[in-house]
């Protein structure tokens, strides 16, 4: 056993003691720090994806905040629609007309795509007929089906 020690060993062991408590001391930490950050690297991506996420909706927001500087104020369009009512004769509105004559409202649909609306009526022959005749002339029937039923007369009416 008397085989002398490496060199690499010597001169490590000619080191003053302060200098192999800090390598030891170094070693140490940089075996605790690499697993701590590969644990908080998705933390990392995560914040970087939230931060972009952050930029895109800030950039979304500044369009659609040009967009609305782009419209006119409220003021403005009530404004408009009191000048539009005040050009326009007094019509009576549709369900004032429903409740006028009698008819029962059973459902009332709106069709987006070309602005329709379906309406499905309860009512007899002759408060049919009223209704009719007293139709706003704005109303316009594109469709209109009868039925016959106990209860009375079903109509179905698709308005534009």
Do not use: K
Request: glycine residues 6%; neutral net charge.
């Amino acid at each position: 056993m008397s085989r002398p020690l490496p060199d690499g060993l010597i001169l490590w062991l000619q080191r003053p003691g302060w200098q192999l408590l800090a390598l030891q001391w170094l070693l140490l930490g940089i075996l605790l720090v690499l697993p701590g950050l590969g644990l908080i690297h998705g933390e990392w991506r995560q914040s970087a994806r939230l931060s972009d996420d952050v930029r895109q909706q800030a950039q979304r927001v500044e369009q659609l905040q040009l967009q609305l500087s782009s419209l006119p104020s409220l003021a403005t369009l009530e404004q408009q629609i009191a000048q539009q009512r005040e050009r326009r004769p007094a019509e009576p509105e549709l369900a004032e007309v429903l409740q006028r004559t009698g008819v029962t409202l059973l459902r009332w649909q709106r069709q987006e795509p070309p602005a329709q609306q379906r309406l499905r009526l309860r009512s007899d022959y002759f408060s049919l007929l009223q209704l009719l005749e007293s139709l706003p002339g704005t109303v316009r029937i594109s469709q209109l089906s009868l039925e016959m039923q106990p209860e009375g007369l079903s109509a179905e009416w698709l308005l534009q």
